[in-house]
């Protein structure tokens, strides 16, 4: 077993250096890990925030979790001309991959648009196949995240922009038909939420924009939905790191645990130039227009400490794969 130090940034996008929203995923035939992520545009002639939508799904893959390599980008085309593709969820439940993604038909230059939840499944993590869209009782779902739940049936968490920006939750026995459930977290608006199981406890990190946003579930009220079903904890990733271009609040993120040695790292994206956290320009940024629209990924290790998620963003991660 080889253990190797993650470097800062983890991950820069060659092409358009706006990769954000990041998921990874292991592929056992290739014996690498995955990363699917929204490829934004930085562009000091976008019109609007344009920026961020005519965006592809890119994909990166890495031998050791630490070294990555663009890889390309993925046809999910469902119609004619360019269209906009957010914040995939990529999950393999029993042999099948499965993709969950927001899609906005072409490319607006303000907040607008319809977004749809598509539903994706692939055997290669290439060659994907629309299964169709999902309803879920509302015009503009972003973000998805997907767990199995105690029963066998499976939860989705997204943000709803018809309510405004909140976390709500939909349940499936197939993945193919959705149930809304309604609303989930009530304490902030949020994007981007991800849910996973450490040490003994399910957790939901999601970004409200000031850091991640940290919630436990409340042992006694997995199948029940109220305003106590999670206890919000301290949050994470609300301060600069020392490490390079690790500035500005960690951005939508996601969490991986290496079935190997349960270590867990979180992997998510931060503008190191946009100092969205008020932190002081360092000597020798860039500071061309499009200089805060750049994006990179970065990762940490995670773990459990009397009942809170802790996060040294300071410390870099090692990682072990084989």
């Given amino acids: 077993m080889v253990e190797v130090t993650v470097p800062s940034p983890m991950y820069e ?7 954000t929203d990041p998921t990874v995923i292991w592929n056992d035939d290739e014996q690498r890990m995955y990363m699917f992520y929204t490829q934004r545009r930085p562009n000091p002639h976008a019109v609007g925030v344009s920026w961020v939508h005519g965006t592809s799904i890119a994909v990166a ?18 119609e004619p001309g360019l269209n906009t593709f957010w914040a995939p969820e990529v999950v393999e439940i029993n042999g099948t991959y499965h993709m969950f993604v927001s899609m906005i038909q072409g490319v607006p230059t303000d907040w607008s648009g319809r977004s749809r939840m598509l539903h994706y499944t ?3 993590l290439w060659h994907w196949t629309c299964e169709g869209e999902i309803d879920l009782n509302s ?19 997204y943000k709803d922009e018809d309510l405004d920006g909140v976390t709500c939750r939909a349940s499936s026995d197939d993945l193919i038909h959705w149930t809304v459930v309604g609303q989930e977290i009530f304490d902030c608006h949020q994007e981007g939420p991800n849910v996973f199981d450490l040490g003994g406890y399910r957790w939901m990190i999601s970004d409200y924009w000031h850091g991640l946003a940290v919630y436990r579930q409340n042992n ?3 199948n029940t939905h109220d305003i106590h079903r999670w ?13 390079n271009r690790d500035q500005g609040f960690g951005h939508h993120a996601d969490i ?5 040695d349960e270590h867990a790292y979180i992997v998510y994206f931060c503008h190191p130039y ?17 200089a805060a629209q750049l994006s990179v990924v970065q990762m940490a290790e995670l773990s459990v400490e009397h009942d809170v998620i802790v996060c040294d963003r300071n410390a870099a991660p090692t990682i072990t794969l084989y």
């Avoid at 996008?13 to 990769?19: A, K």
């Avoid at 890495?62 to 046809?75: N, V």
């Avoid at 991986?256 to 190997?260: E, K």
């Fill in 13 to 19: 996008d060659p092409i358009t250096g706006g990769p």
């Fill in 122 to 124: 692939s055997h290669n």
């Fill in 274 to 290: 946009a100092h969205d956290d008020s932190s002081t320009r360092l000597t020798g940024e860039p500071t061309d227009p499009t």
């Fill in 139 to 157: 015009n503009r779902v972003i973000d998805p995240c997907i767990a199995s739940e105690p029963d066998g049936s499976y939860s989705m968490w």
């Fill in 256 to 260: 991986w645990v290496n079935p190997r």
């Fill in 231 to 243: 206890t919000r904890c301290p949050d994470i990733l609300n301060h600069p790191s020392t490490r």
């Fill in 220 to 222: 006694d009220e997995k």
């Fill in 61 to 78: 893959s890495s031998y050791d979790g630490a070294h990555w390599l663009y890889r390309g980008m993925l046809d999910l085309a469902i």
